[in-house]
């Protein structure tokens, strides 16, 4: 068992009328990242509204960070917080933590079973499984946060995949996906039929809304996320040695990942040694701060947070167009640049330094928009809303 976090208060009460309280099991692997803060959000409303709700994860994936959030969190799951051993890869090891996440649904007397990411999807419908054929009911939902959709078409890992989404698409009385974008890609790749779907945003919470002045020594440019090749700190390192070359620049990467030490290297060999720093990992608030304008060169993304935040913050973005991050932007003038891309996103950058104040205009412009459509308290509804649908005969 592990516990971290930091708290927010719900936007708003729930309007509806008092109804009885759901049992809800949140499942899954490593609760870092997007997905993370998605869980975290989430089941934190569920519980202010009187529900009781449970997480179970991975108990070796979290960092000193998420630490900090489940110990925070923790308190406030009535169905407790539980982490167990969970394997990244697929393997032998599933089996155990099907078990014993079928076992600690059992003892819960669930209404509801809802899986995140890949693996926590898997977990869960496999669990709803065993509690069926035991003589118990729960329903089960199934946010796929990417996961599976990033697997290419025609590849061997793709084909195998697919093929285990459509098989456990049979144990799924609910798909939710953040974005449009997520659920035609689950359509294209896995298919239309099965479980009803919805699109429900992520969301954000008032405190996301406080603006974070850049620090007086701020960067001009910010990343924040994993550092992994599909987030494109390769596109951001290559663009940044160009532009060092007619502008003084600098950027701090925010963020720890498999490819932290590569990305590292290749800022060197790049001569970039003067003009980036990789302080670690950090909460996307506490992060802000150190640079003027965000950059997210992501080769794919499905919805991502920092955008969402960044936006929230009156925070200048620079963001490929990719996975959902238009659905964030759409009706704003911030401008998307194309994925792989070192020409586009060098051209944006020159733009921001070209003209501060226009960024700024458009940062605005963005916050606005976030307001109006991604909350955390409009989530919740739609989600327990879903949760509360009759199950289609």
Do not use: W
């Amino acid at each position: 068992m592990s516990t971290s976090g930091s708290s927010e208060a719900s936007d708003v009460t729930d309007p509806r009328p008092a109804e009885a309280p759901l049992r809800i099991l949140h499942i899954m692997r490593a609760p870092v990242g997007g997905l993370f803060r998605h869980v975290y959000d989430l089941a934190l409303e569920q519980a202010e509204r009187g529900h009781y709700v449970g997480i179970i994860a991975d108990r070796t994936a979290a960092d000193s960070l998420t630490q900090a959030r489940l110990a925070t969190l923790a308190p406030k799951l009535k169905l407790g917080l539980s982490l167990i051993p969970m394997s990244r890869q697929p393997g032998l090891g599933d089996i155990a933590a099907i078990r014993s996440i079928a076992k600690i649904a059992r003892a819960l007397d669930l209404d509801v079973l809802h899986g995140h990411g890949a693996k926590g999807g898997a977990y869960a419908r496999f669990a709803g499984k065993r509690l069926s054929m035991a003589g118990e009911r729960a329903k089960v939902f199934y946010t796929p946060h990417g996961g599976t959709l990033h697997y290419k078409p025609g590849t061997a890992a793709g084909t195998v995949f697919f093929v285990l989404e459509r098989i456990m698409g049979r144990m799924t009385d609910g798909l939710i996906f953040e974005s449009d974008y997520a659920r035609k890609a689950y359509g294209r790749l896995i298919g239309e039929s099965g479980a009803p779907r919805r699109v429900i945003p992520n969301g954000l919470g008032r405190a996301d809304f406080e603006q974070t002045p850049p620090n007086p020594d701020a960067a001009n440019f910010l990343f924040i996320g994993e550092l992994r090749t599909l987030k494109g700190v390769d596109i951001l390192l290559e663009a940044l040695a160009r532009l060092v070359a007619t502008h003084p620049v600098r950027a701090v990467i925010v963020g720890a990942g498999p490819d932290a030490d590569d990305f590292k290297q290749q800022a060197r060999a790049l001569g970039l040694g003067a003009h980036v720093t990789f302080p670690g990992a950090m909460p996307a608030r506490a992060a802000f701060p150190l640079g003027h304008c965000l950059v997210v060169p992501s080769r794919a993304e499905s919805f991502p947070y920092v955008v969402l935040e960044a936006g929230a913050a009156g925070k200048p973005v620079i963001a490929t167009d990719v996975g959902g991050i238009p659905e964030i932007v759409a009706g704003t003038s911030t401008r998307l640049v194309a994925p792989g891309s070192v020409e586009d996103l060098l051209r944006a950058m020159t733009d921001v330094l070209a003209d501060p104040e226009a960024a700024l205009e458009r940062a605005e412009a963005l916050r606005d928009n976030v307001a109006r459509k991604f909350t955390v308290s409009a989530m919740a509804d739609a989600v327990l809303a879903f949760y509360r649908a009759p199950v289609p005969a």
